[in-house]
């Protein structure tokens, strides 16, 4: 498997960033890996189709929240905590703070 692209840290948008988070799905997987260190894509599927969920981590690699790395055939994601935070303070803090809709 070739290695996933990400951008840098000073390419970061905070367009993108805000656009990534605007969907319900994203915005889940983001909260969920704020709350561990790595998580696999099933970890983070929701019981959704494979297809929707590779569109949903592939929006999160583009805006730079995440990180996907390949370990054999599992993809290992993580949530670009410190790089969005040296980009943009206190945007995930009050992000992460709301409560998901009930």
Known sequence: MRPYKHPAASELSLERV????????????????AG???ATCGD????????TV???????R????VRTENNGTIHMNSLRRADIDSRF??????ILAQHPAD
Do not use: M, N, W
């Open 36 to 38: 561990v260190e790595v």
């Open 54 to 60: 590779s569109h949903h981590f592939k929006v999160l």
């Open 18 to 33: 805000l656009y990534a988070l605007s969907d319900s799905i994203r915005l889940e997987i983001v909260r969920q890996l």
């Open 89 to 94: 303070p206190g945007l995930l803090t009050a």
């Open 44 to 51: 983070l599927d929701g019981g959704r189709p494979k297809s």
């Open 62 to 65: 583009e805006s730079g929240l």
